[in-house]
């Protein structure tokens, strides 16, 4: 049975009528997110990896999900403005990091360390 949101009845938890859960998807990919209320808060254990093509996507990405009280993080993570992690990853970035040479695979390393959102362009310098 597929049921896109759920809400709670006199049982609880929560109010009645609060939202329990809700089905959505994200670039084909389905999703289930149960509402933990107060007592399960987000935390980095769990994030939304987008793996992205370009750095325009990336640059979009970035921008919108920071937006209207996100906040950037290190190496390409970033939280939105509910406390959702999420990592905004060039496709470029694992095969740059796979690179036969380790001396370029740990330039790329030690350049992404140093990034907020992840630049394409840079990261490719590190490896040269």
Not at 3 to 15: H, M, S
Not at 102 to 128: C, F, G, N, S, Y
Request: net charge negative; hydrophobic share 40%.
């Amino acid at each position: 049975m597929h049921v896109p949101e759920l809400r709670t009845g006199d049982a609880g938890p929560g109010p009645r009528g609060s939202l329990f859960t809700v089905e959505f998807e994200l670039e084909g990919q389905q999703f289930v997110a149960l509402n933990g209320g107060p007592h399960f808060k987000f935390n980095e254990a769990i994030s939304i990896a987008v793996t992205c093509e370009t750095q325009e996507e990336v640059d979009e990405l970035w921008s919108k999900l920071t937006a209207d009280g996100g906040s950037e993080g290190r190496c390409g993570w970033l939280k939105d403005r509910f406390g959702l992690s999420w990592q905004i990853v060039p496709s470029a970035l694992p095969r740059l990091l796979q690179h036969p040479d380790p001396a370029t695979a740990a330039r790329v390393m030690q350049a992404m360390m140093q990034m907020k959102k992840l630049d394409i362009a840079r990261l490719e310098e590190a490896a040269r």
